[in-house]
Structure formats: structure tokens, C-alpha cells
């Protein structure tokens, strides 16, 4: 009895599965499963998990299943030197498709110049990475910054105050707020900064209630800083409208009501209402059952960067480096976050959301912004 | 006898031999590492290539801490400022040869610096050891932060990358890091075996004696963190060219920790384990850390602590013990080489004092210890100083030794006030001291604790551990007396208390100082070696003109040898004067039948 | 939208007020360090690790449903406890190799870490408020909880007081400070001592990881941020309570100072700094306070 029910299931399994006679094409996913990323890097693996199952249940790319190596960078340099080293010489990936630190990805580009292989980096970041082998489907300030101060001027704030951790996303983001602010007749009414590992915003915290200032925008370290800063914050009763450039919908949630009335703006939120990404939803509901990570605005884009390679594989006929790397600036693929295409000098025009944390930590769409360009990243390529 | 010439004409050859496998050794290891792209795959070739890197800085970490004793976390902010030198300049400037040559200087310059200012910092008398490690803790946080706030210079959290480096391919990366370590191997392993590293390990053993020896062991400490941070920016000018990148984590002091780390597992001053170690683990956690990289780091922080509670050397110790006892116990023993006797620093102008105390003052807070304290010795003169425990004996003794130590009053040699002065100074103004309790180097031999105290008169070979030993004849004739002259390569710890007591004595004496200190040298001797000392220190100072100064107990003792004196009780001179005199006064009958309130 | 900007008196009791609750904040967190060190002669470099075991106490009796407040006392017993068999099987093999002892508790820090990682996950966790919202303090409105952790402090220096002055163990405790050897001869368990410092020790930093969550992550590695800046204090108090206060103020006040009027970025590491040249200058620190 038993015997027959494992031969039917065989069974069942292979029909369900296409057999594939040709090696599989290998996606390399360095990614910071320890350190500062590892909060976010298992929703990251799963939205790749799901891509490549859901491809290679429809055949695979060019009749060749996809399989994912998963390497850990430690959300670091001289751990992303390891995990690239070991994907691109050692497993001998076709490609790299990851979100990572700035760090991990600086580190990685060297070797995957002298790799040849082409590198779709799914981490929104502050812009400005140029290689001829690296494509990005993820936001940059300039796709970021503009809702956000849009909707706190049309909301009546004339001046701004600006905290960061002191790291080249953090001043990134807020020098290119400075900008746009003093651009629209906003002003800034003050700046500081706090190390990465700084645990105490007070002295900061109590210049920004001095200042009068109309409203707030921060632009933190992801994780531990965030929430630091949140919960400081909140402590000593700052109630003005505060945008929060660098929280997810997870981190908001774990910090319960200190994050209520934060806005956000992101390129994926989960309650954007389209099919593509109820479907995504149901999906990996299905395939992770009670172990599902929350997607977010960096597991989606990871999601996506999986089809767009599968696409320009298919596109080039082939998984050579240059017909592909070609043809990943011209194919598109909609998904979660809408129609996405890397077409702008390695970079994606991209619908931006701007969302507030609701009592419940659940985040509501205030407002979307269609296709926002990610402007001159890269004039060279 | 035809025993003893045999024995030291073998022992040079038998090191000779093992200098001879290290050289062999070091071309197979130079050879492996050129060969080594040959048959390599390239992810391993790439992964080694800074594995070897690292080994590098492991190295000098080893030195510092398994050597010297310095436990340091900061010889990732030397690494680091040396890799951002070299980035820099490529990135700003750009990669010329003459560029790159720039770059290569700056790498080992700027680090020289930031250590020579750290090293000040640091080191400094009466420095703990705590304190060292402090500093190592703050200087990569201060230089990752220098790193972080330094924008587009630095590139801040990104790092640098993207620019050209040296024209090489990763082949030829791996022999460049792999001959570099190789190098630093070789050199190290040369250096702490040679008489100058061997001040290494005596400075860890005992600071206060090297001290006491002449030796300036913050200087020393200085000039080896500096050299090491060149070592280590150099190993930064190479990891910035064959990684492509730097980045602030290279600076920060986790990465310290982690090569103490290594070091610890590879097994701390051996040199040839942490460069092992650094090797082995970074390279095992490429391969590993990918599938578990927690449970990675759980194993190696429980490896890491039940190293250093159980195995505090590393399992390279267990490998260089087991070597010895095959070997035998003894070491090398050098052949005892009898120096001229040497003209006194300041020619005998008749009747100048060689020490001159006036008024000399110590107190805690309002309890003095020491007070109005007036005395002067002349060279060939034997003093001792005698009165009950707690009279201030020991505290007038460091007084003449430590410039820093009087409250009050004035103490002259040759005419000189030390105030001021640390023990290292005093000591080469001709004075020795000898403690209550043997001070030596229970890691040394008979023989390396002896050179020790020859270490400020001839600078000690950097390259090699020299066949003879030369000592002054009075030096010599203690060990004889004592019998050490037989046990020149024993090890210290193995030596008796009262060989050890001699052996302190001996080390004193080949100071050639004109004044000696003696702390009751006679504290738990035998009567034999009681009266060898006794013999030798009338020889000192009534045949050599040397003048001595001798805390003692033993009141018969004193009254056989001295040719003065002096009594001291609740920290006032009491009485100076001639044996007769002194033995027969009323005062200190009184003071030594207890009735001691004068 | 908000308040017109503060006036100057505002302006000057809002600096007052946060050099005082920063140097509490500071206070609380080094007094577990302080406490092994003080008697012990060891740096406990786990001490990051203990400040993170206390915060998760606060995690898992905030998921068992308990009053939040709970959470001191346990957060307090399971530092404590674990202090405990740490300082049989670890440190005490190490009392005479004591830089040897920071690398061995460094190790255990980093084993803890992994620990906590492996059974609740690397995400941030949350804790629920102990005392939310502001007070007005003069015309300033101020952290309620600020204030709170200040009386807080306070009320650690006077128990601790009391516990060094007023009962047997502290009498014990000074003994073996101010001379182990003749504490021994006198009779005193000076093994059990050190035990149940360091028992103490571990407990009180686990309480402050307790204490600190309303204003900081809680995360596997929140503790390491503090561990540096403890140090340092602790490097410059030597052995007094009375010490660790002066630092504190001092050294948090010079941070808060730095930070309002030259850079943030500087106050982040002016207390390591400051306490380096402190130590420099006088290498006893602040111990003869």
C-alpha cells in the first residue's frame, strides 16, 4: 500500500515537474544571510527561491532549469570578497542577482570584472554605480526623495530637519533631499549625523525640537539604528510628520506604535492592489506556508531580477555575457511592482508609493507616482 | 672538561643545523608559492591570495602579543590606514608607476606615524597593560569613523573601488602575498630567535627588571609597534591592489579581534601558527560559512574560548613541547667570554660621594613613610642598612632607583639629581639594583638573562644568538661560586630559589654599575650561600671599588661584611656609623628588643 | 505645525537634562562591568552579550503575556545565573591571566551572540513601552523614561552603596579588594566572593539590557555598541561607585556637549577618546574619588 502511494507520488512529481536533459543555468545570490542584512536576506532568498520554481515549472529558460547557489557576503566587504570569489570562480555562476550593502557590492565588482558575468543588483541604494556588467532594478534617491518631500510641502511643511547615519546611503539620501528641498522653496533647518553604531540621538534629538522645524526626514542604517532612532524619538514626544527613507514594512511592524503615522516611500509596499502581486502574494504563501518572510521592497525587486535574467536569456538566445548583458537593458517584465524595465543607463523607471504606518504597524498607500525616473545614473554607459 | 669543549663546540653546529632548515624550509614554502597558481583552482588562488594577507598581520600580532605581551586589537587600523593610503592615491591621483611607488610609501609611512603617535600614547612608565589594550581598542574606532565622515576621499561605509592597481594577474597576486609572507615568516622566525627578540620575551616576563636592567622597554615597545605597523601597511598596499577594493571594515576593530583570534587558535608565539592559522580558518570559512554561518561562528567562538582557558599557546605549542622534551631540557649554553675591566665613569677626584641623599621625603596622603633622610656613599664603602619591618627600608631603595618615587629632599649620583628620572636612566648612570624577591625571566635561559643585563652596554645581534657570552670577571666569578657557570642553558624556572637569588646577583654585576642595591640578597640561602654571597660582594667593593648598598636582616651577617651602618626606624635615619659603633648603641639595642617607641 | 521655536532657558535645561540622563543611562549600563572589575581585576568583555540577554528577557516576558515591569527581576536571575556558571567554568581558570580572561569572555560574547541568533532570529524584536510620552520639567517638556532611567541610577548607586557599606557580602567584598591574600588568611571564602560578585555583576548588566530596551533595538548584537563605551568608564572609575558617577557625568556630559555644539559624529567617540587621555594623564583615572 505504502509502496504504491510513493510510486504515485513519484509519479505525480514528475509530471509536475518538467524533466530537464540539459545542465541547469546557475544563479549566483550573495547575499548577507550574518550581519547587518541578515534581518532582511531570508525574504531575499525565498522571492528568488519562488522565481526560479515558478520558471522552471514552465520549462525552464531555454529548456535549461534555473538553480539558485546561495553564498553568504556577512553584509560586508571582505565577506562579499569571499562569497564572490567562491560564486563566480568556484561554482562558475551565469549570473549574479543580489541585494547587498554598498560595501559588499563595491567589493564584488572588481571580481566580477574579471569574471565576466553579468550582475543584477536588486538593493535600492544612493546611486551611481556604473559597470558595463551590472544592472540595477532597484530605486535611487532620485526616484525616492521627490514624493516624499512632495507630499510633506503639499501638506504645508516649509522647513525641514534631516538625521542619518553617517554612511554613504545615509548622506546619499539626505544630500539629495537637501537638494530637491532648496529646489522646491523648502529649507533645511539642520543636518546631523551619528555614527553607524551610535546608540544615543539625544543631544540630536533635542536640537531637532529646538529647530521649529515643520518636519522630519531621516535616513538611517537599516535595522538596529532605525528603530533606535524611532523609539528616541517617540520617547521624548516628537510628533511633527516624519518621513522615514530607510524603513521597511517588517521594521515598522517590529516597532509596533512608536511607528505609527511614519511615512515611507517605497517602490513595493504589500498592499499595492494589483493582481500581479496578489498573485505573487498567494504564491509564496503557498510555497512557505507559516515560514513566509514578508516581502518588501528589497525581496520583490530580487523577485523581479530573477525573470528579467530569464527574459534576456531568452532574448539573447543564449547565456553569454555580452548578447545577455545587451539584452537586460531591453527587456521588461511585469510583476509585483508593475511593469519593470532596466532601460535607463542600467537603471529602472520605477512607480514609487508613499505609504503611512497605520496603528497596526500595516502600512496604507497615501499616494503613487507613476513611473518615476531614476534620472542620469550613468551618462558613461 | 674535554666534556664541556666538546659540548659547546656541538651546540653552535646543532644550531647552525637549524638555521640551515629554516633556509631549506623557506625556499620549499617559496617554491610551493610559485608554483602554487599552477595547480590551483581559481577561486582558492584568489581566496589565498588574502588569506596570506592576513597571515601577515597575524604574524605581527603574534609578535606583539605572544612575543611581548601587548594584547592588541589595533593592528587592524594600521592594516587599514595603509590600504586606504594606497586606494587613495589610485583613486584620486591615479595609478602611474611613479604613482604606485607613491602609494607603496605612503602605505607604510602613514601607518609608521599613526603608530609612533599611538605608541607614545601608549607606552609610557608605569603603563599597565591594560591601558595598552584600551588605546588598541580606541584607534580603529577612531580611524574607522575618520574612514566613515571622510565622504568621496573615502568613500565613506561604500569604500573605495574601481581603480587600477598594480598590473598583475591573480597568479601573480598569489606569489606577490605568498613570497611577502614567506619573507615575513622568515624574517620574524630570525629575529625572536636571535639576542635581540629574546628582549622581547623578557620584556613580557618581567618589565620592571628590564627596566632595572637599563633597558628602555617603552622605547622598545615604540620602535616595535612602529616597525610592525610598516610591516602591516605594507600588507594593506597589498590588499588594496589585490582585492580592487577597501573598505572601512578593514580598519574596524572587529577585524582586530578576529586576527587575535587566529593568532590564538594558530598559537600565539610560535609566528609559524597564527600565519598557519590565519590561513587555515580564513580559508576553511570561505568554504564553510556560506551553508552556516552562524553555527560557523559558534563553533569558532567556542573553539576560541576553550583554547584560551585549556591551551593557551595553541596547538603550534604543543608541537614545540614536545621538541623539547625530546631535546632534552637544557638550551643552547653560550661560552663564557671574561670582559677587561673597565674605567669608572667619572675618574676618582678624591673624595666626591658617588650618592648623595638629602633630605629626602616619602608619604601616602599625610602618612610619611620617609622623612629628613640625609646620607652619603662613597665608592668601596659596603653599607647596610638595617631596621625593623615597615622601617621604610624598601621604599628608600626605590627612591635611589626611581626619580619619580621621593615626595621630598633630593638624591644625586655623581653629583646629578635623578629627579625625574625613570629606572632605565638612573641605571645607566652606573647603579644596580637587585630585588627582595629574585627578579629574573623564568621564559629565559641562565645564559639569555645574562646577556639581558649586557643588552644596554652592546647592542644585541638582530640576526643571530651569539656563541659567546661576555661578562665582566666579577660577574663571571659569581658563577662560578654558585656553580650556574654549568647550567648556562638551563631554563630559569627550573633553577633553585637560591641559584635564582645568584643568578640576580650575577645579572646586577654584569651591569657594571658603581652602586649596587641589594634587597636582602641573603633571604633564604643556605650558610654556604650565604657566605659565597657574602665573599663576593667584600670582593665588589674592596677589590673593584664598587660601592654597595645592602638591605639585611641578618644582623651577624651584616656585622662579618659591612664597613658601615646605617639604622632606620619609622622612617627616620637613626644612626650612621662604623659596625662597633652601631652594634653597641643603646638605641638600637632597644629598637630590636621591641621596645621600639624611641 | 509645532512649537515655535524654544527659548534660550528652554534651550539650557534641555542640555542640562540630557548630560544628567545620559550620564544615568551610561551609569546604569557600566555598573555590572564595574562591579566584576572593581573586585574581581577582570574585564568581563562579554559584558555586550549580558546587556543583550537581559533585553531578550524583556522580549520573552513581554510574549508569555507578563506585566512588562516583570521583566527587571528576571532579566536580573538569569544574568545572574548564567554569571554564575560562566564564572566556574570560564573565568575562574583565568583570574591569573587576566588579559587572557577579555579574550576568553570576548569568545563567550560572540558564542552568546550566536546563541540568541539561533533560538529567536536576527530580526529586531519587539518590547513593549515601559513609560511612554514626556513630562514637564520647568517649562521643558522632557523623556519620561529619561527621567526615569536617571532615578533609576540613582536608586543603583544608593543599593549598591548599601550592599558594599551595609551588609557582610560588601564588607567581604572590600576585604578581598583591598588585600585577597589577608582576606584569605582572615578566613574569608574569597572563592565563593568572587563568585557571587560576579554572579551580581552579570545580573545588574542584564538588568540594564532590561532598562535600555525602551530606547534602543533589541537585537543579537545591540549589546556590543555599549561594550567599548563601558569599558572605557570603567577603565577610568578603577573601583568606586562614587568614580563611575564622576565619569559618567563627566565623560557623557563632554559627549552630549561635543555632540550639541560641534558634531554628533565627534560625540560618538569622545568618550573613548576622552577616557584614553584621561588614562594617559592620570593613569589611576578617577579611582581616588
Known amino acids: 500500500m505504502k509502496r504504491t502511494l510513493a510510486i504515485a507520488a513519484l509519479a505525480g512529481s514528475l509530471l509536475a515537474a518538467p524533466v530537464f536533459a540539459k545542465d541547469p543555468i546557475l544563479i549566483g545570490v550573495p547575499v548577507g544571510l550574518s550581519g547587518a542584512n541578515s534581518v532582511v536576506a531570508p525574504s531575499v532568498v525565498q522571492a528568488a527561491e519562488l522565481a526560479v520554481d515558478q520558471i522552471n515549472a514552465k520549462g525552464g529558460v531555454l529548456g535549461r532549469p534555473l538553480k539558485l547557489v546561495v553564498a553568504d557576503d556577512a553584509s560586508g566587504a571582505v565577506g562579499a570578497q569571499k562569497a564572490f570569489d567562491s560564486l563566480v570562480f568556484q561554482k562558475n555562476v551565469n549570473v549574479l542577482i543580489s541585494m547587498e550593502t554598498s560595501a559588499a557590492r563595491n567589493a564584488g565588482l572588481p571580481i566580477v570584472a574579471k569574471g565576466k558575468i553579468p550582475y543584477i543588483y536588486t538593493s535600492f541604494y544612493e546611486g551611481h554605480a556604473c559597470s558595463p556588467y551590472l544592472y540595477v532594478d532597484a530605486w535611487v534617491p532620485e526616484q525616492q526623495v521627490p514624493p516624499v518631500v512632495d507630499y510633506l510641502k503639499d501638506k504645508g511643511a516649509k522647513t525641514y530637519f534631516l538625521i542619518g547615519s553617517d554612511y554613504a546611503f545615509g548622506r546619499g539620501m539626505l544630500g539629495f533631499a537637501r537638494k530637491y528641498i532648496d529646489k522646491t522653496g523648502g529649507k533645511v533647518v539642520g543636518e546631523e549625523y551619528l555614527p553607524m553604531d551610535g546608540t544615543d540621538w539625544t543631544p540630536i534629538i533635542s536640537k531637532l525640537k529646538a529647530s521649529g522645524a515643520d518636519a522630519l526626514i531621516t535616513s538611517t542604517a537599516g535595522g538596529a539604528p532605525n528603530v533606535t532612532l524611532t523609539k528616541q524619538l517617540r520617547n521624548s514626544g516628537v510628533t511633527i510628520p516624519y518621513a522615514n527613507l530607510a524603513v521597511d514594512e517588517g521594521t515598522a511592524k517590529s516597532m509596533g506604535k512608536d511607528a505609527a503615522g511614519i511615512l515611507i516611500s517605497a517602490s513595493y509596499i504589500t498592499g499595492i492592489d494589483s493582481k500581479a502581486n496578489k498573485d505573487f502574494m498567494a504564491a509564496l504563501k503557498k510555497k512557505f506556508g507559516d515560514k513566509t518572510r514578508t516581502p518588501n521592497d528589497l525581496s520583490v525587486p530580487q523577485y523581479e531580477g530573477v525573470y528579467l535574467y530569464a527574459k534576456a536569456v531568452e532574448k539573447a538566445g543564449t547565456t553569454d555575457t555580452r548578447p545577455v548583458l545587451k539584452a537586460l537593458g531591453e527587456v521588461s517584465f511585469t510583476g509585483p511592482r508593475g511593469t519593470i524595465s532596466m532601460n535607463k543607463q542600467h537603471h529602472a523607471p520605477l512607480t514609487m508609493y508613499l505609504g503611512q504606518v497605520q496603528d497596526d504597524g500595516s502600512v496604507k498607500v497615501v499616494k503613487s507616482f507613476k513611473n518615476v525616473d531614476p534620472g542620469a545614473q550613468c551618462p558613461k554607459l | ?598 | 505645525m509645532m512649537a515655535p521655536p524654544h527659548s534660550k532657558e528652554s534651550r539650557q535645561m534641555t542640555l542640562l537634562l540630557d548630560i544628567i540622563t545620559t550620564a544615568a543611562i551610561l551609569f546604569i549600563i557600566a555598573t555590572g562591568l564595574l562591579t566584576i572589575f572593581g573586585v574581581l581585576k577582570i574585564i568581563n568583555f562579554a559584558h555586550g552579550a549580558w546587556l543583550t540577554v537581559g533585553a531578550y528577557c524583556a522580549v520573552a516576558v513581554g510574549d508569555l503575556g507578563w506585566n512588562p515591569w516583570a521583566a527587571l527581576p528576571v532579566a536580573f536571575v538569569t544574568g545572574a545565573a548564567l554569571g554564575g556558571l560562566t564564572e566556574r567554568f570560564i573565568v575562574r581558570p583565568l583570574y591569573a591571566r587576566p588579559l587572557d580572561a577579555i579574550l576568553a569572555t570576548w569568545g563567550l560574547g560572540i558564542i552568546i551572540g550566536q546563541l540568541i541568533t539561533l533560538g529567536f532570529g536576527r530580526d529586531v524584536q519587539f518590547t513593549k513601552a515601559l513609560l511612554p510620552g514626556t513630562a514637564d520639567v520647568f517649562g521643558t517638556s522632557y523623556s519620561v523614561y529619561r527621567l526615569f532611567a536617571l532615578a533609576a541610577a540613582i536608586a543603583i548607586g544608593l543599593g549598591f552603596s548599601w550592599l558594599m557599606e551595609g551588609t557582610r557580602l560588601g564588607l567581604s567584598a572590600r576585604a578581598v579588594i583591598m588585600n585577597e591574600a589577608l582576606a584569605r588568611a582572615l578566613g574569608l571564602d574569597t572563592r565563593r566572593i568572587r563568585w557571587v560578585t560576579f554572579m551580581i555583576g552579570c545580573g545588574l548588566a542584564a538588568l540594564a539590557g532590561t532598562l535600555l530596551t525602551p530606547l534602543t533595538s533589541v537585537d543579537p548584537n545591540m549589546g556590543v555598541a555599549w561594550l567599548v563605551g563601558s569599558f572605557m568608564l570603567v577603565m577610568v572609575a578603577g573601583q568606586s561607585f562614587a568614580a563611575l558617577a564622576l565619569a559618567c557625568l563627566l565623560l557623557g556630559g563632554a559627549q552630549v556637549i561635543v555632540s550639541t555644539y560641534v558634531s554628533p559624529i565627534l560625540g560618538g567617540i569622545t568618550v573613548a577618546v576622552l577616557a584614553a587621555v584621561v588614562l594617559r594623564i592620570s593613569p589611576k583615572g578617577f579611582s581616588r574619588v
Open chain 2, 1 to 598: 672538561m674535554s666534556d664541556a669543549t666538546l659540548d659547546t663546540a656541538a651546540e653552535p653546529g646543532r644550531r647552525r643545523s637549524r638555521m640551515r632548515h629554516l633556509w631549506v624550509l623557506a625556499l620549499i614554502a617559496a617554491g610551493l608559492m610559485i608554483a602554487g597558481p599552477l595547480f590551483l583552482d581559481r577561486f582558492t588562488v584568489n581566496v589565498l591570495t588574502r588569506s596570506m594577507i592576513f597571515a601577515i598581520l597575524a604574524v605581527t600580532v603574534d609578535l606583539l602579543w605572544g612575543f611581548t605581551g601587548i594584547l592588541t586589537f589595533g593592528q587592524a587600523a594600521f592594516f587599514g590606514a595603509g590600504a586606504y593610503a594606497t586606494a587613495m592615491v589610485l583613486t584620486h591621483l591615479g595609478s602611474t608607476p611613479g604613482l604606485m611607488v607613491l602609494g607603496l610609501v605612503l602605505s607604510i609611512v602613514l601607518p609608521v606615524l599613526l603608530a609612533a603617535a599611538v605608541g607614545w600614547l601608549t607606552f609610557y612608565p608605569g603603563s599597565t597593560d591594560f591601558y595598552a589594550t584600551v588605546i588598541s581598542l580606541v584607534v580603529p574606532i577612531v580611524v574607522t569613523q575618520v574612514i566613515y565622515s571622510g565622504g568621496t576621499w573615502t568613500g565613506s561605509s561604500s569604500g573605495l573601488v574601481g581603480y587600477v592597481g598594480l598590473d598583475l594577474s591573480l597568479g601573480g597576486f598569489f606569489r606577490l602575498a605568498g613570497l611577502s609572507l614567506v619573507a615575513v615568516v622568515v624574517v620574524a622566525l630570525i629575529f625572536v630567535r636571535s639576542d635581540a627578540g629574546r628582549v622581547l620575551t623578557a620584556i613580557r616576563n618581567n618589565e620592571t627588571r628590564c627596566a632595572y636592567l637599563g633597558i628602555s622597554t617603552q622605547k622598545v615597545k615604540i620602535a616595535l609597534t612602529a616597525v610592525l605597523a610598516a610591516v602591516t601597511g605594507y600588507a594593506g598596499f597589498l590588499y588594496a591592489n589585490a582585492s580592487g577594493v577597501v573598505a572601512p571594515e578593514n580598519a574596524g576593530f572587529v577585524f582586530g579581534t578576529q586576527l587575535v583570534v587566529w593568532t590564538a587558535l594558530g598559537g600565539r608565539g610560535t609566528v609559524i601558527g597564527p600565519a598557519l592559522g590565519a590561513v587555515a580558518i580564513d580559508y576553511l570559512s570561505a568554504q564553510l560559512s556560506g551553508q552556516m554561518p552562524f553555527l560557523w561562528q559558534l563553533v569558532i567562538g567556542t573553539l576560541f574560548v576553550a583554547m584560551i582557558i585549556f591551551m593557551p599557546n595553541g596547538l603550534a605549542a604543543l608541537a614545540t613541547g614536545w621538541r623539547r622534551m625530546r631535546r632534552g631540557e637544557d638550551g643552547f649554553s653560550p661560552q663564557l667570554v671574561a670582559l677587561p675591566p673597565r674605567a669608572a665613569r667619572v675618574p676618582a677626584d678624591g673624595d666626591s660621594p658617588l650618592l648623595r641623599i638629602e633630605k629626602l621625603e616619602k608619604s601616602y596622603g599625610s602618612q610619611k613613610v620617609l622623612e629628613d633622610i640625609t646620607l652619603q656613599v662613597r665608592r668601596g664603602e659596603l653599607v647596610s642598612l638595617v631596621g625593623p619591618n615597615g622601617a621604610g627600608k624598601t621604599t628608600l631603595m626605590r627612591c635611589m632607583t626611581d626619580g619619580k618615587a621621593a615626595s621630598g629632599g633630593t638624591v644625586r649620583i655623581h653629583g646629578t639629581s635623578i629627579s625625574g628620572m625613570v629606572p632605565d636612566q638612573i641605571v645607566a648612570r652606573g647603579i644596580g639594583r637587585k630585588f627582595q624577591v629574585a627578579s629574573v625571566f623564568d621564559s629565559l635561559t641562565v645564559a639569555e638573562c645574562l646577556r639581558m643585563a649586557r643588552v644596554s652596554h652592546e647592542a644585541p645581534s638582530f640576526l643571530r644568538s651569539a656563541d659567546s657570552l661576555s661578562l665582566p670577571q666579577a660577574a663571571i666569578e659569581i658563577l662560578r661560586l654558585t656553580g650556574l657557570d654549568q647550567h648556562l642553558g638551563r631554563a630559569v624556572s627550573l633553577l633553585s630559589h637560591g641559584q635564582k637569588q645568584s643568578l640576580e646577583l650575577a645579572m646586577v654585576v654584569s651591569l657594571e654599575p658603581e652602586l649596587i642595591l641589594l634587597d636582602e640578597p641573603t633571604a633564604g640561602l643556605t650558610a654556604a650561600e650565604r657566605a659565597t654571597i657574602g665573599q663576593v660582594l667584600m670582593k665588589l667593593t674592596s677589590e673593584l671599588g664598587l660601592a654597595a648598598i645592602l638591605v639585611e636582616h641578618d644582623l651577624d651577617f651584616v656585622r662579618d661584611i659591612s664597613s658601615r651602618i646605617v639604622v632606620l626606624h619609622q622612617g627616620r635615619l637613626v644612626l650612621d656609623g662604623t659596625v662597633e659603633e652601631v652594634v653597641n648603641d643603646e638605641i638600637v639595642k632597644r629598637i630590636y628588643s621591641g621596645g621600639d617607641h624611641v
